[in-house]
């Protein structure tokens, strides 16, 4: 008698991780859960994590496939990786804090594979006590970006990213849909040349859906996928690095979607408004390591200005022409 032979799995899960510890293995047991989980392929990229958190991990019905990198290649980099490590006909962007509700990958994975016009699906993404997070976004324009590096938002003088005005409680077309659920057809993905690797992270979720969006796919927000979402799971542990890469992160993409004109304005309200706000905010608070971490961030975006501009003018690595949907 002989083992009957492995299905093809329809989907494949790609997780970056770097120090996601307990985080991760609350995910895979999660992902364990899921129905139909035999047709499920698992890949987690490490990013040279130091926390051992890749060691112990649950069991999966199907044999987890493990890529340790040697250093932190960037989140788009490690996902492109693991993306390139399978065949399924869709490919699910997963965050290690999160926790997928037992149904959620069927029911986002019906709706993407539903109509051949849509290319990108997320989820309904609630924290820690059930409460739904307004995750979905508008594409950011020039006013947009400027505005509320301005702070201008605060005022009431420029839409949010988000779309905090909506419940997020039924289904619908969006701009973008947050990376960490993020599920795209695969030739879509390839088509489109995976991830941009010049964002190492942040922002590279908005990058993906632009364009599959100036391909003519849609984005959709599926509600009855429902996530448990922590935020900030690993991130939070380098707060300096963070508010770095999400300001070098938004300059670039003001540059590739809108022009040097727009990444130079980006940049000089960056400096002019957004840090000192955020340094205000922090001696206002009392807080002067909060107000170090904004000096170290500012630090090195300053350094890391002449490589960004250098890679703004040499363009993306060669992508593939996207045909159109319909």
């Not at 926790?99 to 993407?112: E, N």
């Not at 001696?283 to 200005?305: G, K, N």
């Given at each position: 008698?002989?083992?009957?032979?492995?299905?093809?799995?329809?989907?494949?899960?790609?997780?970056?991780?770097?120090?996601?510890?307990?985080?991760?293995?609350?995910?895979?047991?999660?992902?364990?859960?899921?129905?139909?989980?035999?047709?499920?392929?698992?890949?987690?990229?490490?990013?040279?994590?130091?926390?051992?958190?890749?060691?112990?991990?649950?069991?999966?019905?199907?044999?987890?496939?493990?890529?340790?990198?040697?250093?932190?290649?960037?989140?788009?980099?490690?996902?492109?990786?693991?993306?390139?490590?399978?065949?399924?006909?869709?490919?699910?962007?997963?965050?290690?804090?999160?926790?997928?509700?037992?149904?959620?990958?069927r029911i986002a994975r019906t709706a993407l594979m539903a109509d051949p016009r849509t290319g990108i699906v997320g989820a309904r993404l609630v924290d820690p006590d059930g409460r739904t997070a307004r995750s979905c976004a508008r594409a950011p324009s020039v006013p947009g970006l400027l505005g509320r590096a301005l702070a201008l938002d605060r005022l009431g003088l420029a839409r949010p990213h988000f779309l905090l005005e909506w419940d997020h409680e039924e289904d619908r077309a969006v701009d973008q849909v947050m990376g960490a659920f993020l599920m795209i057809r695969r030739d879509l993905f390839q088509a489109l040349g995976g991830f941009d690797p010049?964002?190492?992270?942040?922002?590279?979720?908005?990058?993906?859906?632009?364009?599959?969006?100036?391909?003519?796919?849609?984005?959709?927000?599926?509600?009855?996928?429902?996530?448990?979402?922590?935020?900030?799971?690993?991130?939070?542990?380098?707060?300096?690095?963070?508010?770095?890469?999400?300001?070098?992160?938004?300059?670039?993409?003001?540059?590739?979607?809108?022009?040097?004109?727009?990444?130079?304005?980006?940049?000089?309200?960056?400096?002019?408004?957004?840090?000192?706000?955020?340094?205000?905010?922090?001696?206002?608070?009392?807080?002067?390591?909060?107000?170090?971490?904004?000096?170290?961030?500012?630090?090195?975006?300053?350094?890391?200005?002449?490589?960004?501009?250098?890679?703004?003018?040499?363009?993306?690595?060669?992508?593939?022409?996207?045909?159109?949907?319909?």
């Amino acid at each position: 008698m002989t083992d009957r032979p492995a299905l093809r799995p329809v989907l494949d899960v790609v997780i970056v991780n770097w120090n996601g510890g307990a985080l991760l293995r609350a995910c895979l047991a999660g992902l364990a859960a899921v129905r139909d989980a035999e047709a499920v392929q698992v890949t987690v990229v490490d990013n040279a994590s130091e926390d051992g958190s890749t060691e112990d991990l649950p069991a999966l019905p199907r044999p987890l496939r493990l890529i340790r990198n040697d250093a932190n290649l960037g989140f788009g980099r490690a996902c492109d990786q693991g993306a390139a490590a399978g065949d399924a006909p869709a490919i699910l962007f997963l965050n290690p804090d999160t926790q997928v509700a037992p149904d959620a990958l069927r029911i986002a994975r019906t709706a993407l594979m539903a109509d051949p016009r849509t290319g990108i699906v997320g989820a309904r993404l609630v924290d820690p006590d059930g409460r739904t997070a307004r995750s979905c976004a508008r594409a950011p324009s020039v006013p947009g970006l400027l505005g509320r590096a301005l702070a201008l938002d605060r005022l009431g003088l420029a839409r949010p990213h988000f779309l905090l005005e909506w419940d997020h409680e039924e289904d619908r077309a969006v701009d973008q849909v947050m990376g960490a659920f993020l599920m795209i057809r695969r030739d879509l993905f390839q088509a489109l040349g995976g991830f941009d690797p010049r964002f190492f992270v942040y922002w590279e979720d908005v990058d993906l859906c632009t364009r599959a969006r100036s391909a003519g796919f849609a984005v959709r927000h599926v509600a009855g996928a429902v996530v448990r979402h922590v935020g900030q799971g690993t991130t939070r542990q380098v707060r300096a690095r963070r508010l770095f890469y999400f300001l070098r992160s938004q300059i670039l993409y003001a540059g590739k979607h809108h022009g040097p004109a727009a990444a130079l304005a980006l940049t000089a309200a960056s400096f002019g408004a957004q840090v000192p706000l955020r340094l205000a905010l922090a001696l206002a608070h009392r807080s002067p390591a909060e107000a170090a971490e904004v000096l170290r961030a500012v630090a090195l975006l300053a350094a890391a200005l002449p490589d960004l501009v250098t890679g703004l003018l040499s363009g993306p690595p060669g992508a593939s022409r996207v045909r159109r949907a319909g």
